[in-house]
């Protein structure tokens, strides 16, 4: 089985006129669907009121993000499927639930983890 990061960014969904709870519902349901299925790794969307810091090897920290991470924000899902097809099927429940398109990217196969 193979891991697949599902993403949007958080300007991506336009909920204008759109009921909030209802977004709430059905994404809350494709996360418990793909619970039951035993494909979530795990899920959620960055706190953007949080600001981002970078650690060295040393432990010092840095404010901040690198510049090509800059816009790293919205919502993640990690979904463990024995298939790209699969990943696709669910990404496209996702983007019903959310509204909004979702970007799939194939984790490399290490395996230590």
């Known amino acids: 089985m193979t891991k697949y990061l599902i993403s949007f960014p958080s300007g991506a969904m ?3 006129g759109t009921d909030l709870q209802s ?3 059905d994404s809350h349901a494709v996360v418990q669907e793909a619970k039951d299925a035993g494909v ?5 969307g960055i706190d953007e009121s949080v600001p981002p ?3 060295d090897g040393d432990g ?3 404010e901040g993000t690198y510049p090509q991470t800059a816009q790293i924000e919205g919502g993640y899902a990690v979904l463990e499927v024995p298939s790209r ?3 696709l099927v669910w ?3 996702i983007a019903h639930a959310c509204r909004c398109a979702q970007e799939v990217r194939q984790f490399g196969y290490d395996p230590a983890s």
């Open 91 to 93: 990404a496209a429940k």
């Open 60 to 62: 010092a920290v840095t």
């Open 85 to 87: 097809d699969a990943a």
């Open 14 to 16: 336009d909920l204008s």
């Open 40 to 44: 979530w790794v795990f899920g959620g």
């Open 23 to 25: 977004v709430a519902d």
């Open 53 to 55: 810091v970078r650690v």
